[in-house]
């Protein structure tokens, strides 16, 4: 903080590192590809610790691409999800020839066809079915029910397919599904993975055959006393319906690979009781960490430096000029010390990336360290930054 200010993002490599081979080990006995999910975090020196251990990677627009890209993984091993790829993206994914396309409807395929027969190319695709399984998790970020944007209805996917089949600039290599974030239990899992078998031997009892069933992602990780699968458990659940199959399995991680790698390093500004509360105003703010404002999400909060003291009920909120500001509300902590250190727990995902420039606020910088060694991912912004590209 001394070194590089406040608020700011501290990623751990080596806690990185463990989650993706935990991943990664636990899957050993069936042919596999752990996607990471860059809209998760999107910084490029984490995003290259990925590639440099083998990880391919999932995006969702051509700004991932460019940045997957960088970052060294290899287009063999991206794919390429969202419901509204434009053209541009699709001719720039074809153009680098990406492992596949995760289709979400019968429109987009019609257009990747027509776009790839343009560039006398043949786009491989993934079809995503929304397989209508609940994923017990925040009605935000669940993906897989009838009543969200993603995936072609189940009913229809066979439809899908057989379109695909007569489009001669399409090559359907896979199934693809996923059922939500911050999923805390085996069971929608084990049912998905039933529901897509399932569909993939319908499939081949109808001559098509494909080679890659993609799960997505979406295992949880611990925030407050959640108590999640390890990777470990989610294999072992699996497994028995795996083995065996001529089929690589595709994972789409984010949260799970990130999540508990970073914390948001803040520092507090001013003490101040009002009425019934007390507040602690700190200098990170809902558009560094925007997670408890969007979906009121809990992130532990703890003094950097252990002290014996009371601790008080609280408020921990920003300098941002909403209501919503607020990074915890109602918890109980050793009351700080102004200009004291807190770090904000478990910030490794959807934090610097869905940060914002509002109230026209720089964004945070980003450190990465890895065991006494420190090392500067991202500047923060300056005020010229705030400006750039304006007229």
Request: a positive charge.
């Amino acid at each position: 903080a001394k070194k590089w200010g406040t608020p700011l993002y501290v990623y751990s490599a080596g806690r990185l590192l463990k989650n993706f081979h935990d991943f990664d080990q636990a899957f050993r006995a069936v042919p596999h590809l752990i996607c990471y999910a860059l809209k998760a975090n999107s910084n490029l020196s984490l995003a290259r610790i990925l590639s440099h251990e083998g990880a391919g990677t999932d995006i969702v627009s051509a700004g991932e691409l460019f940045r997957a890209l960088k970052a060294g993984f290899p287009p063999s091993k991206i794919v390429f999800s969202g419901v509204g790829k434009t053209r541009d993206e699709m001719r720039a994914a074809i153009q680098k020839k990406i492992l596949m396309f995760n289709v979400e409807s019968l429109e987009e395929l019609d257009t990747l066809n027509d776009v790839a027969r343009s560039m006398k190319a043949v786009a491989s695709v993934a079809l995503r079915v929304n397989p209508e399984v609940e994923a017990d998790t925040h009605h935000h970020i669940t993906t897989g029910t009838p009543e969200n944007k993603f995936g072609i209805r189940k009913k229809f996917i066979f439809d899908a397919y057989r379109a695909a089949g007569r489009m001669k600039n399409i090559r359907a290599l896979g199934l693809q599904a996923h059922i939500g974030s911050q999923i805390t239990s085996v069971k929608p899992f084990v049912q998905l993975v039933k529901t897509l078998l399932t569909l993939t031997e319908s499939l081949a009892n109808q001559g098509i055959n494909l080679r890659y069933l993609d799960i997505g992602g979406g295992l949880g990780i611990t925030y407050r006393d959640e108590k999640p699968p390890s990777p470990f458990d989610l294999a072992r659940a699996l497994e028995p319906q795996l083995i065996g199959r001529n089929m690589t399995l595709l994972f789409e991680p984010g949260r799970f690979l990130v999540g508990n790698a970073g914390i948001l390093l803040t520092r507090v500004l001013y003490r101040k009781h009002s009425g019934k509360k007390t507040f602690v105003i700190v200098d990170a703010a809902m558009n560094d960490l925007a997670r408890p404002a969007l979906y009121d999400a809990y992130h532990h909060i703890a003094p950097v430096k252990r002290a014996r003291r009371a601790s008080k009920i609280v408020d921990i909120v920003g300098p941002v000029c909403e209501s919503g500001d607020y990074l915890a509300r109602g918890r109980r902590i050793p009351f700080p010390e102004q200009g004291e250190l807190l770090a904000v727990e478990n910030a490794g995902a959807y934090g610097f990336a869905m940060s914002s420039q509002y109230n026209s606020r720089p964004r945070a910088a980003e450190v990465i360290v890895h065991g006494n060694r420190q090392m500067l991912a991202r500047k923060r912004e300056t005020l010229e930054d705030l400006i750039r590209g304006e007229k």
